[in-house]
């Protein structure tokens, strides 16, 4: 039976355990970032960095992408970048709805017109 | 394999070469994957749509209200007799969830040695740790209704979109997990059964199915875990 399994995915279990330990150093590493409470543009790249490095690594090892056709990874891979121009849309958007807000839900605005 | 999966030099090109060839070839194009591998990732991508909408959405109102979010670190924490410890709950449940993708990949590993129980085995250690993962969040979700008073539509620490954007996101990461648990259980009887030794014919795609199914089971719960690695990462630290 095992000779028929011709398309599975089979490797050594070092990297595996490697790759765990590495995650759990990561997702240690996201904590400490809200435990040690760092503010700011610090606070945020640090915790997209960690973020990415998990993400990417989950998916390469955990899911085999490494060892894929580049057919299934480019199928898989390249959609998602869609979702970027959704973000810049979504966040001009939400800049206008704060910037009318600011606006227009003030006390000098409701005490002219009411709420 | 009696499919055509070879070129006429009867060697399949790799990078690049492969990807342009794989899709030109007039052939299935997802080569040396089996189909339900394929299509598991094809849904994974769909999932991924899924969650991204969720979490725009939660950049939307956020980055939109002119009221102030509440911050994450203290609604989160969580005191064992002293002082509170920040997000100590959420931190927990993410090592869970790491330490169960890890038993998962040790359980498809040992399903290609056709170890019959020692896959079972960390199948269900796996349905373990993704069942207590929801159950903490049960336990954070009866903390945030009954002792904090949060609702969907209101919030008496700040911004009431925070509640909404809670209960949907993590309700519906914890209704994956729930699912990946009853996947898990089903695959673990599969396995003891010994259905994949005798490619006894499954219930549902009366296809006979092999230990690449337990790979397949493995690619949904690290998706589960990949989509939590997004959430803590913007819902809880941000």
Known sequence: MADAHVEGQQHPLGIYIKIWILLFVLSGFSYAVDYLQIQGYLRWSLILLFMFLKAGYIMAVFMHMKWERMSLVMAILIPPFAILVFIAIMSLEADWTFLTRETYFTEAFFKLFGK | ?238
């Open chain 2, 1 to 238: 394999m009696a499919e055509a999966t070879t070129t006429q030099a009867g060697q399949l090109a790799d990078g690049m070469a492969g990807f342009v060839s794989d899709w030109s070839s007039d052939q299935r194009t997802f080569k040396k994957v089996p189909w339900g591998k394929a299509m598991m990732w094809i849904f994974l991508l769909s999932d991924t749509f899924v969650f991204s909408c969720f979490l725009i959405s939660y950049m939307t109102v956020r980055m939109s209200t002119t009221v102030d979010w509440p911050n994450a670190s203290e609604v989160f924490a969580l005191s064992f007799g002293g002082d509170p410890i920040p997000l100590i709950l959420i931190a927990i449940m993410t090592f869970i969830l790491i330490t169960s993708s890890g038993t998962m990949v040790l359980a498809v590993n040992y399903g290609y040695r056709n170890d019959r129980k020692k896959t079972a085995l960390f199948l269900l250690i796996t349905a373990v740790f993704g069942a207590s993962f929801v159950g903490m969040q049960a336990f954070e979700w009866t903390k945030l209704i009954v002792d904090e008073g949060i609702r969907p539509w209101a919030n008496p620490m700040g911004a009431p979109q925070f509640g909404a954007i809670f209960f949907m996101v993590t309700g519906f990461h914890g209704f994956h997990v729930s699912i990946g648990v009853i996947f898990l259980f089903i695959v673990m009887r599969k396995v003891l059964r010994g259905d994949y030794d005798v490619g006894r014919k499954g219930f549902f795609t009366s296809r006979s199915g092999s230990y690449e199914e337990v790979e397949t089971m493995g690619l949904y719960w690290h998706f589960v875990d990949l989509v939590w690695v997004f959430i803590f990462a913007f819902f809880y630290l941000w």
